[in-house]
């Protein structure tokens, strides 16, 4: 089955204790990327990737670093996190023949920072 | 940058159409889509519009002006499962065309 998959999928952890959240793909997807979604705020793009070691900055990557080793996983690490960073979660892939319009997304994972 | 909006909330009765209206600002972009999600699900994929006009998807249309900076997404036959939220997204010249910019969602009530 095509999908994208995300661990853990719930987390609550305390401030400044270094985390990763995995992701992974089975689709042979180039591009990767990481949302955010905030209650009235939307999705928001925080880092993506277009393949292997290429990666860039969304509209908010502050307190984020993602790494892009393998075509098919694309962790989220959050080195020091921040009560400001508790949400939801999502990752999402695409391949180049449909473009980035067309995303398939995780499960989401939830975090919360106390 | 980019910006987005939508109506926050849109109340329709099943078997009739709506339509959820995105308005937007860019520099630039390659197109408009359209993502559903139910309550504590991911965003899926309906529909995408590169270029002017309506595209159509089963009960699902969607139009984009670019001369107006607006698009819609228009959902005929209302279900009970189409309660959801609908977000449009652009996807700007920024990055290449992979940066996706999303609105801030618009909740679909369907009521009996």
């Known amino acids: 089955e095509a999908q994208v998959t995300q661990n853990p999928r719930y987390l609550i952890t305390v401030t400044g204790k270094k985390l990763t959240v995995t992701c992974s793909q089975n689709m042979n997807h180039e591009y990767m990327s990481w949302y955010r979604q905030d209650p009235g705020l939307g999705l928001r793009q925080i880092y993506y990737s277009m393949n292997v070691e290429v990666t860039d900055k969304g509209d908010v990557p502050e307190g984020y670093k993602v790494s892009r080793k393998e075509k098919r996983n694309f962790p989220l690490i959050l080195e020091s996190p921040s009560p400001n960073q508790t949400s939801l979660y999502f990752c999402?892939?695409?391949?180049?023949?449909?473009?980035?319009?067309?995303?398939?997304f995780g499960p989401g994972t939830r975090l919360t920072v106390t | 940058g980019q910006s987005l909006e939508q109506p926050s909330e849109v109340t329709a009765v099943e078997g009739a159409i709506v339509q959820i209206n995105c308005t937007y600002q860019t520099s630039g972009f390659y197109g408009l889509s359209w993502y559903q999600q139910h309550d504590g699900g991911a965003p899926t994929f309906l529909s995408y519009n590169a270029l002017d006009g309506l595209e159509e998807t089963g009960r699902f249309s969607s139009f984009l002006s670019r001369s107006d900076s607006y698009g819609y997404l228009l959902l005929q036959e209302l279900q009970m499962k189409d309660s959801a939220s609908y977000f449009c997204?652009?996807?700007?010249?920024?990055?290449?065309?992979?940066?996706?910019?999303f609105g801030t969602g618009t909740q679909l009530k369907v009521e009996l």
């Open positions: 997204a652009l996807r700007g010249v920024t990055g290449g065309g992979n940066k996706l910019t």
């Open positions: 999402a892939s695409s391949g180049t023949g449909t473009g980035t319009y067309e995303q398939y």
